[in-house]
């Protein structure tokens, strides 16, 4: 739909060269926002509600040809740029103050090929677009845990879920990618085109350019065994010690990450609700009966409270947190790598695990497998021998409880860094400066300063956990 702005200009800015911003509008098949229009406010909105930033130019991209012109219109004014896939992004880096938001939410078409078990996605999608589209076919490839979460940040970031373990994280299953770079060229990026790029994409987040589609290997997943099982936290220190010691031993096909939270309301049964408890997420690729016996030696460590566990589609799956969590509730969150967990560390989750709000929580995600199974320099993501990307979220819908939920983040993440690695996951990091980043790549942060030194040389692309040009 093209736009029909009243009023296109915006208060103190001033063309310097280049496109006036009505040259620039009429070239769009999607809308150009600023702040005076009436859908400013909802524009600028994105999932996590403690993020209020105030672009001044908004361009909700309708197809490739819009993503140039507004990576054009960007460099031309000098503007700082932000990309925003699903908007999903923790410190709210889809949006920058005072500059141009390059929106690619409106690019959410999926097309599968079942013959080869490859789906093209376009850059703004959700990971509930790709489940549909694929889930027709009984296929499915590595996302995450929400339907809502954008496919374009999870997958540039890395990319860890479900099937991680049977298939790797999201970059494994990357097979190509259309880039727009900051010079405004489209390039194609795979392992024989552009493969500096292929790379560098493979985790190194947003620096690199607009990626406006994404083709991913499929699986054929249809059906999974999975559900929640949680114990009361005196069970802590014993369920957790337990999964620690059988992670390693279990088959790929078995996946399970650790968490600590608040049961919530319905469908929870009555009595348990507003307990504080620690426990299990299941996801079991394989047949029901197998299912049990794999899931019987958790139930033998302590006896759960609850636990519904039991055959469902995997888009069903996917969905399971998405009403609990809707956007616009206040997230504040630290992660880190887990190689090793201790005994020590352990008792540190027991100190915190009363988490603070019923929507605050703790995962300890699985990152082995099939992930430790890609050399550390085969791609961007140098985290191939941890065993878990852990993050520590303090949520609550409440603006008022944002001091609480991001000191018990905090108070939690620190007692616990001690125990961890250096780096993050750089999807679960808050804007926390370049050593953090340059941790979190480890050996091979030098060569993606490289290739960002190759393909964006004046680091037009920085509104992400940047990795800046080598000199
Ligand atoms: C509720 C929730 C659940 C989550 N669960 C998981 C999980 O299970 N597994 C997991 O791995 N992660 C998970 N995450 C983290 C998630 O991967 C990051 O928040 C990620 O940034 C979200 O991507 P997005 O496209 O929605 O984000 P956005 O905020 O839109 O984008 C984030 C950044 O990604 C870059 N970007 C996005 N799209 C593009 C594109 N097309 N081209 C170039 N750059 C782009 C930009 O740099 C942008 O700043 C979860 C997040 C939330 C909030």
């Not at 896939?85 to 005072?98: E, F, K, W």
């Not at 050399?375 to 949520?395: E, F, H, L």
Request: aromatic content about 10%.
């Amino acid at each position: 739909m093209k736009a029909t702005k009243s009023s296109p200009t915006t208060e103190g800015w001033r063309t310097a060269h280049g496109p006036t911003i009505e040259e620039f509008q009429s070239h769009l098949r999607g809308s150009l926002v600023q702040p005076n229009d009436p859908e400013y406010d909802e524009a600028r909105t994105i999932y996590n509600g403690m993020i209020d930033k105030r672009p001044r130019f908004i361009v909700q991209c309708a197809d490739v040809a819009d993503v140039i012109a507004a990576v054009n219109f960007g460099r031309e004014h000098e503007l700082r740029v932000a990309i925003r896939g699903g908007g999903h992004n923790g410190p709210g880096l889809a949006l920058c103050d005072d500059g141009l938001v390059i929106d690619l939410s409106a690019m959410n078409g999926v097309r599968v090929d079942p013959v080869t078990r490859t789906a093209r996605v376009e850059g703004g999608a959700q990971w509930a677009d790709v489940d549909h589209a694929t889930h027709a076919f009984g296929l499915a490839t590595v996302s995450g845990i929400f339907s809502t979460t954008g496919v374009g940040g999870l997958t540039l970031g890395g990319g860890h879920g479900y099937l991680t373990r049977k298939y790797g994280l999201t970059i494994d299953n990357l097979l190509s990618a259309d880039v727009v770079l900051a010079d405004g060229q489209l390039v194609h990026a795979n392992a024989d085109e552009n493969p500096d790029l292929f790379w560098a994409l493979r985790g190194g987040g947003g620096n690199f350019g607009v990626v406006t589609s994404f083709e991913f290997r499929l699986h054929p997943v249809k059906t999974v065994i999975a559900g929640p099982m949680f114990w009361p936290l005196d069970a802590l220190e014993a369920t957790m010690g337990w999964y620690r010691d059988w992670l390693p031993e279990a088959p790929e096909n078995v996946y399970a990450f650790y968490l600590v939270a608040e049961v919530p309301g319905p469908p929870f049964p009555e009595h348990l609700h507003g307990e504080k408890v620690c426990g299990l997420m299941w996801c079991y690729l394989g047949p029901e009966t197998r299912a049990d016996d794999v899931m019987a030696a958790a139930r033998a460590v302590a006896t759960p409270l609850f636990e519904h566990v039991g055959p469902m589609p995997y888009p069903a799956l996917q969905t399971m947190f998405d009403a609990l969590y809707p956007p616009g509730y206040q997230w504040y969150w630290k992660g880190d790598f887990v190689d090793e967990l201790t005994d020590d560390a352990i008792a540190v989750h027991r100190q915190f695990a009363q988490v603070p709000t019923a929507h605050s929580t703790m995962h300890l995600y699985p990152i082995d497998g099939a992930v430790h199974e890609i050399d550390p320099d085969a791609t961007a993501w140098n985290a191939r021998d941890t065993t878990w990307s852990m993050v520590i979220a303090g949520i609550d819908p409440d603006p008022a409880q944002r001091e609480i939920i991001t000191r018990w983040a905090r108070d939690y993440w620190e007692a616990l860094h001690p125990y961890s690695g250096d780096g993050a996951y750089v999807n679960f990091m808050m804007e926390e400066g370049e050593d953090r980043i340059r941790a979190t790549y480890g050996e091979n942060y030098d060569r993606l300063r490289e290739v960002k030194a190759k393909y964006d040389p004046e680091n037009f692309f920085r509104v992400n956990q940047n990795v800046e040009p080598a000199a």
